[in-house]
Antibody, heavy 116, light 107 residues
Framework: EVQLVESGGGLVQPGRSMKLSCAASGFTFSNYGMAWVRQAPTKGLEWVATISYDGSSTYYRDSVKGRFTISRDNAKSTLYLQMNSLRSEDTATYYC?????????WGQGVMVTVSS | DIQMTQSPSFLSASVGDRVTINCKASQNINRYLNWYQQKLGEAPKLLIYNANSLQTGIPSRFSGSGSGTDFTLTISSLQPEDVATYFCLQHNSWPYTFGAGTKLELK
């Protein structure tokens, strides 16, 4: 069974940093691209970033380019999202998702609140 | 970016009703369209992938159709457990984009 478990969220002040992690199990992690998708309170879903199966390629939505970094450790089957210079508009639930035909599998999500 | 226009944004229906939700893409996305169900406080769950393929474990009352720019999710006979918000996702080209969602409630 595919499992994706996010951690690392919480309350952070504007301009500060936070790092999210996603522990994967139930599939061969190193075979799949991975992504982060977020959902602001009472809003729709928004793709944030994607990383290729081997980490050699990364893609970001324009609003997070230069501030967020997606990375992975295939030996640990773990995905990361380093978020710097956080803004109030980054407040959302962040979901870890597996690639392969859109986003077939999702974690339960972790809440990130950017507020002073 | 490809815009996904989803309709209606809100839907009220009775148990046993046939329900349809639509997504229209701003350009051709072939059949690269997924449908998701999201219940309150939960992560989205994949229902339909590539426009009309039923994900394993999903009841057969859910079906999808369409190609190109116009797509439909159909629930053939609404059940109480289907109360949720439904989203479409285009995965034809980056950035992948979602519809705004349809909130489905029981009448």
């Amino acid at each position: 069974e595919v499992q994706l478990v996010e951690s690392g969220g919480g309350l952070v002040q504007p301009g500060r940093s936070m790092k999210l992690s996603c522990a994967a199990s139930g599939f061969t992690f190193s075979n799949y691209g991975m992504a982060w998708v977020r959902q602001a309170p009472t809003k729709g879903l928004e793709w944030v970033a994607t990383i290729s199966y081997d980490g050699s390629s990364t893609y970001y939505r324009d609003s997070v380019k230069g501030r967020f970094t997606i990375s992975r450790d295939n030996a640990k089957s773990t995905l990361y999202l380093q978020m710097n210079s956080l803004r109030s508009e980054d407040t959302a639930t962040y979901y870890c998702t597996r690639g392969g035909g859109g986003f077939p599998y999702w974690g339960q999500g972790v809440m990130v609140t950017v507020s002073s | 970016d490809i815009q996904m226009t989803q309709s209606p944004s809100f839907l009220s229906a009775s148990v046993g009703d046939r329900v349809t939700i639509n997504c229209k893409a701003s350009q051709n996305i072939n059949r690269y369209l997924n449908w998701y169900q999201q219940k309150l406080g939960e992560a989205p769950k994949l229902l339909i992938y590539n426009a009309n393929s039923l994900q394993t474990g999903i009841p057969s009352r859910f079906s999808g159709s369409g190609s190109g720019t116009d797509f439909t999710l159909t629930i053939s006979s609404l059940q109480p457990e289907d109360v949720a918000t439904y989203f479409c996702l285009q995965h034809n080209s980056w950035p992948y984009t979602f519809g705004a969602g349809t909130k489905l409630e029981l009448k």
